[in-house]
């Protein structure tokens, strides 16, 4: 079975930086685009950013861009989240997702798979 | 930018009783890229439906999808105890977009 799970999660003071990761196990990793999404307390899903197969695309929510970087490495079967000059908003819990098979004019296809997040809190 | 609008927000049943939960786009949902996932309390989404109608595995058949274009509905034909949870729409035609969410509760 498919599996998911995110780790790097804590308390950081704002402005700091944190990495998350998203260790993958169950499937081939390679061949699956990547996602993370957050929920902040109380709150809906926020998509965050995404990732291509190889890692040579990558897509980001307004908010985030500049401060948030996602990467990849197919080697470790990870998804990297780093993140940079840290705000309150970014308080949430992160999850890891993995997109399911695209057709070829896709950019991505829905998420299929979910680890259980990992919760980030921002906070002096 | 991609709005997805559901409603209601909240949805008061008794189990057994039919849900209806409604998605509506502010634009046109590329070649019906639409999908829906349950959450519950300290859990993970899981998807329920892809592609605006098609249930993903292992989803009971009491839940099915609807609509096209720009209005979308999630229905549950008999709530299950287990149904009373959070719903939320994605659109991933463009970019990703999550709607704002529908939770389902116990009158």
């Known amino acids: 079975d498919e599996r998911l799970v995110e780790s790097g999660g804590g308390l950081v003071q704002p402005g700091r930086s944190l990495r998350l990761s998203c260790a993958a196990s169950g499937f081939s990793f390679s061949t699956h685009a990547m996602t993370w999404v957050r929920q902040a307390p109380g709150k809906g899903l926020e998509w965050v950013a995404s990732?291509?197969?190889?890692?040579?695309?990558?897509y980001y929510l307004d908010s985030v861009k500049g401060r948030l970087t996602i990467s990849r490495d197919n080697g470790k079967r990870s998804l990297y989240l780093h993140m940079n000059s840290l705000r309150g908003d970014d308080t949430a819990i992160y999850f890891c997702a993995r997109h399911g098979a695209r057709e070829a004019y896709q950019a991505f296809s829905y998420m299929d798979a979910w680890g259980k997040g990992t919760r980030v809190t921002v906070s002096s | 930018e991609f709005v997805l609008t559901q409603s209601p927000g909240t949805l008061s049943l008794s189990p057994g009783e039919r849900a209806t939960l409604s998605c509506r786009a502010s634009?046109?949902?590329?070649?019906?890229?639409l999908a829906w996932y349950q959450q519950k309390r300290g859990q993970a989404p899981r998807v329920l439906i892809y592609g605006a109608s098609s249930r993903a595995t292992g989803i009971p058949d009491r839940f099915s999808g609807s609509g096209s274009g720009t209005d979308f509905t999630l229905s549950i034909s008999r709530l299950e105890p287990e149904d009373f949870a959070l719903y939320y729409c994605?659109?991933?035609?463009?970019?990703?977009?999550f709607g704002g969410g529908t939770k389902v509760e116990i009158k």
């Open positions: 634009q046109t949902v590329s070649r019906n890229y």
């Open positions: 990732i291509n197969e190889d890692g040579s695309d990558k």
């Open positions: 994605l659109q991933y035609g463009s970019s990703l977009t």
